[in-house]
């Protein structure tokens, strides 16, 4: 009852707050973010990039293979860097809001509306599966059933989200992360202290779990050439750079950003680790963090719990409020109008988009929260995400890229990721063997649009 409460109270404390931030959202640069200043710019950007996966996902790999299962938020961390040392400057000087916006700087108006579409579906995508997490958070912590989780977490983070947008989700992440940090950091040193430290690990557990490349050096390779292109085109994080208060904000709020979400994964992990200490046999490694807490102190349990919820929290409200973005900004907005429309009509329609999008996730979620298919489209929407950066950096370096070849790539490439992701469902084995679809997705990205460039004349384009 002691964990019960605790999360309830949080889970309120956290719409409060998010509601109380609607006073000041009154307009549409306010509500899709605006002149962020270096706390709430790092506040938003960390928690999308901070989900579930790398609590239960991380502490998952931790119990099957050791610290190693830390180079998800590591690999992370590194696409972050990646983004803050080459593109943050670049992508804030040109004042844009989305990714599709800069996609049609360099690449016109067919790429930007193509692109954000693929955006849309990629953030659709990954927020069900954030809604899928949370359903199965409400079912094993609160003893609820998973749909009606999904309804009550998911509908509480969507409320605050389109009552306070981006500043709302600013001060209800900045909780999240703190709680994140204090839980996790809280278990371990019950954890230390009960059952003894690194020392005790290294004597209950195989060698293999001290090495940084036990998960596989292919996973690892592929996870952060997924998060090296991803972080540039990543709209939920990338949002609040685009929006910070100028370009060295853009630049010091990437490093930050990567400096609290890559050493997350390791406390995770670690946490994983000591249960597979505790409990070598469980049936399910899925169970790993939950029966580790169920022989913790209620308090500190109920904080880690608290912390779990927080950590996909953090993640849905910036994915809704990036799927709200993109339809108002590249789809809505560059539709023909008989007058522009004003910022009063753009903010109810950014309003009505994010809830749009936030309900749509709640219900496929709630259709598919008994199935795993959603986890394999997730890779494909990760994969496609990464793809679109190599057209854009076609785009911007390469000169004899049309943006006919930048449409035909884009999809080509979730043509071929789609391919693969179901070939690997049904079959279990990839097309090529040894090629994920990170890999598919990236060549098919590099040699459609090079490739469609030299063979194909260009066309007549839709202003960017």
Known sequence: MIQLGIILCYFLATILIGVAANRRTDSVERFE?????????????????????????????GYLFGISGAWYTVANGLGICFLGLFFARMFRRL???????????????KARVVSSLLLTLVLAIVGT???????????????????????????????????????????????????????????????????????????ALPASYFSPVAIGPNRVISW?????????????????????????????????????????GILTALLGMYARMLFPALESAKLALPTLLMTLNPWISGLVMAAIVAAVLSTASPIFLACGTLVTRDLYSVLPHDRPPDAARLLRVSRLATLGAGAACLLAAVLLSESSTILDVVYFAYSLRGSLFVILLLGIFWKRMTPRAAVIAMLLTAAVGLYWVIFHKITGAYPIPGVTETYAAIFVSLAGGAGVSLLVPSAPDLPS
């Not at 004042?95 to 108006?109: A, D, Q, W």
């Not at 969507?158 to 992440?173: D, E, V």
Request: net charge negative; glycine share 16%; proline share 2%.
């Open 33 to 61: 973010g605006y002149q962020l200043g270096l706390l709430m710019c790092v506040a938003i950007s960390a928690g999308e990039w901070m989900g579930g996966s790398s609590t239960t996902g991380v502490s998952e790999y």
């Open 95 to 109: 004042n844009t809001s989305t990714v599709p916006e800069i996609i049609g700087r360099y690449l016109g108006g």
């Open 129 to 203: 599966s954030q809604m899928i997490a949370i359903g199965t958070l409400g079912q094993s912590l609160l003893g609820l059933d998973a749909g009606l989780s999904i309804l009550i977490l998911g509908g509480g983070v969507l409320l605050y989200t389109c009552l306070g947008g981006s500043r709302a989700i600013g001060f209800t992440n900045l909780i999240h992360m703190i709680i994140m940090y204090l839980g996790i950091i809280a278990a371990l040193a019950v954890c230390a202290a009960t059952h003894g430290g690194a020392d005790a690990l290294r004597e």
């Open 224 to 264: 952060i050439i997924a998060s090296v292109l991803g972080a540039c085109t990543a709209q939920a994080g990338l949002q609040p750079i685009l929006r910070s208060r100028d370009e060295q904000t853009a630049t010091r709020a990437s490093f930050l950003i990567a400096l609290i979400v890559a050493p997350f």
